[in-house]
């Protein structure tokens, strides 16, 4: 195993060489073959959704490879059995995703049917939606249905961010902090939840949390008065865009290897797959949000694919979880999930 000292540094800087692919290549072909161990689910605690595809930035790292130009977006009719799902479900959580979420037109209607049933809901936010044309009032939405928003902000040095999500980015997303910030979100004792996400900058493990998310804090309140509940630290997924990047920069081989190297046994008693499942923008279930990308279904016995609007959460329960290669990135070193790090 892989010294915690020596799998990254404190610091949220980028690599010095690290560009983005173009054109796209597939990395399902290499992760095929696995001798990741077989995990089994555990009892149904929480319903992730991706409402599409579409998002208003295109960053580097993102394993959806989500973007302006992409048009794959959840139906009002498909929204409708996620909704029923939850209403039949005994599940405490919805997990909105995207690309961007809120610009799908039934995010806010997902959102109150979920608050309805008492569910916490969790908005995975970029920020910079906040200030997209009809998202004028996002933000009073979110707080007034106390929704906990878990938002990516990769640094808090300008120049990362920018380099990762796009020029104007960083003063953006500061823009989108301070608003939150004045309407409770971040500020202590309060019951609306902000939390910052970190990916690396490239082809290396995340550093430790517990001390990036203390440089955070003090980077983020000293120059802009932001303040924020807690940090996630989360490991690139050799999938989509940053997988496609990984090739084109002769990278693949060596970032699987160091995953490989890293791994962690006892992160896979707490990887997210064993409580979470994840539905797409056209209904169809995965073990989780990679997977999705990667178009390996859930599957059930007699059923090679499951569609929410069939889905009973007592099925679930015992069920083998589909895992490839890039399974390794959940496990490796200090663990990576939806939740930050696993230990």
Same mark, same amino acid.
């Given at each position: 195993?892989?010294?915690?000292?020596?799998?990254?540094?404190?610091?949220?800087?980028?690599?010095?060489?690290?560009?983005?692919?173009?054109?796209?290549?597939?990395?399902?072909?290499?992760?095929?073959?696995?001798?990741? #161990?077989?995990?089994?689910?555990?009892?149904?605690?929480?319903?992730?959704?991706?409402?599409?595809?579409?998002?208003?930035?295109?960053?580097?790292?993102?394993?959806?490879?989500?973007? @302006?130009?992409?048009?794959?977006?959840?139906?009002?009719?498909?929204?409708?059995?996620?909704?029923? &799902?939850?209403?039949?479900?005994?599940?405490?959580?919805?997990?909105?995703?995207?690309?961007?979420?809120?610009?799908?037109? +039934?995010?806010?209607?997902?959102?109150?049917?979920?608050?309805?049933?008492?569910?916490?809901?969790?908005?995975?936010? +970029?920020?910079?939606?906040?200030?997209? #044309?009809?998202?004028?009032?996002?933000?009073?939405?979110?707080?007034? $249905?106390?929704?906990?928003?878990?938002?990516?902000?990769?640094? *808090?040095?300008?120049?990362?961010?920018?380099?990762?999500?796009?020029?104007?980015?960083?003063?953006?997303?500061?823009?989108?902090?301070?608003?939150?910030?004045?309407?409770?979100?971040?500020? #202590?004792?309060?019951?609306?939840?902000?939390?910052?996400?970190? +990916?690396?900058?490239?082809?290396?493990? @995340? #550093?430790?949390?517990?001390?990036?998310?203390?440089?955070?804090?003090?980077?983020?309140?000293?120059? &802009?008065?932001?303040?924020?509940?807690?940090?996630?630290?989360?490991? +690139?997924?050799?999938?989509?865009?940053?997988?496609?990047?990984?090739?084109?920069?002769? $990278?693949?081989?060596?970032?699987?290897?160091?995953?490989?190297?890293?791994?962690?046994?006892?992160?896979?008693?707490?990887?997210?797959?064993?409580?979470?499942?994840?539905?797409?923008? $056209?209904?169809?279930?995965?073990?989780?949000? &990679?997977? $999705?990308?990667?178009?390996?279904?859930?599957?059930?016995?007699?059923?090679?694919?499951?569609?929410?609007?069939?889905?009973?959460?007592?099925?679930?329960?015992?069920?083998?979880?589909?895992?490839?290669?890039?399974? *390794?990135?959940?496990?490796?070193?200090?663990?990576?999930?939806?939740?930050?790090?696993?230990?």
């Amino acid at each position: 195993m892989v010294a915690a000292a020596a799998r990254s540094s404190q610091t949220c800087a980028a690599p010095s060489v690290f560009r983005e692919a173009r054109p796209m290549h597939s990395t399902l072909a290499l992760l095929r073959r696995t001798d990741f #161990p077989p995990i089994r689910r555990r009892r149904l605690e929480t319903l992730q959704v991706n409402l599409g595809y579409r998002c208003n930035q295109a960053c580097l790292h993102c394993h959806v490879n989500a973007g @302006p130009t992409r048009d794959e977006m959840m139906t009002a009719q498909t929204a409708g059995s996620v909704i029923a &799902f939850m209403s039949a479900a005994r599940i405490e959580t919805l997990d909105i995703t995207g690309g961007a979420p809120e610009l799908n037109r +039934n995010f806010r209607d997902l959102v109150g049917a979920a608050r309805a049933l008492g569910l916490k809901v969790i908005d995975r936010c +970029n920020l910079t939606v906040l200030e997209e #044309p009809g998202q004028e009032d996002l933000a009073g939405f979110l707080a007034a $249905q106390c929704v906990e928003i878990t938002a990516s902000l990769p640094c *808090y040095l300008e120049k990362n961010v920018d380099r990762q999500r796009g020029r104007g980015v960083f003063a953006a997303s500061v823009r989108a902090l301070r608003r939150l910030n004045a309407l409770g979100y971040g500020q #202590p004792g309060s019951a609306l939840a902000l939390n910052l996400v970190f +990916n690396p900058q490239g082809a290396v493990l @995340p #550093p430790a949390q517990a001390q990036l998310e203390q440089a955070y804090r003090e980077q983020l309140a000293d120059r &802009f008065g932001i303040v924020f509940t807690r940090l996630f630290t989360l490991t +690139n997924m050799p999938i989509q865009r940053f997988g496609s990047t990984l090739i084109s920069n002769n $990278q693949f081989v060596p970032y699987m290897k160091l995953l490989r190297d890293s791994f962690e046994r006892d992160n896979l008693d707490t990887v997210m797959c064993r409580t979470l499942i994840s539905v797409d923008w $056209q209904g169809w279930v995965y073990d989780c949000d &990679f997977n $999705q990308m990667l178009g390996l279904r859930l599957s059930l016995p007699g059923r090679a694919r499951v569609h929410v609007s069939e889905l009973a959460a007592a099925e679930l329960e015992g069920n083998s979880i589909a895992v490839l290669d890039h399974c *390794y990135g959940c496990t490796a070193g200090q663990g990576s999930s939806c939740g930050g790090a696993l230990g």
